[in-house]
């Protein structure tokens, strides 16, 4: 078992800055592949970042050059630094972890990037 708790979501004008954190405990050595998702109300959740297997990180396109995805292995936490926010950055911000036997979620953190 994994357990994920993310934190640092708010509200923020368009522009700002956060930055969100997400804490692993638990079986994290079985940890392969790590990720930021998100969900805006009346869409799909999508993939914002991810650290894979082989230590490379990706980005959505809506994101490059804005968010960066980053991990302390001393804490076991990573976060999402995101810059330059835009009203459509509005959504429920999830950590994930990848496992050999399942997927493991935060239960999300609410980003509002609005005036």
């Known amino acids: 078992q994994v357990q994920l708790v993310e934190s640092g979501g708010g509200l923020v004008q368009p522009g700002g800055s956060l930055r969100l954190s997400c804490a692993a405990s638990?079986?994290?050595?079985?940890?392969?592949?790590v990720g930021w998702y998100r969900q805006a109300p009346g869409k799909q959740r999508e993939l914002v970042a991810a650290?894979?297997?082989?230590?490379?990180?990706h980005y959505a396109d809506s994101v490059k050059g804005r968010f960066t995805f980053s991990r302390d292995n001393a804490v076991n936490t990573v976060y999402l630094q995101m810059n330059s926010l835009k009203p459509e950055d509005t959504a429920v911000y999830y950590c994930?972890?990848?496992?050999?036997?399942?997927?493991?979620w935060g239960q999300g953190t609410q980003v509002t990037v609005s005036s």
């Open positions: 638990g079986s994290i050595f079985n940890i392969y592949a």
């Open positions: 650290i894979t297997s082989d230590g490379k990180t």
């Open positions: 994930n972890a990848d496992t050999p036997q399942e997927a493991y």
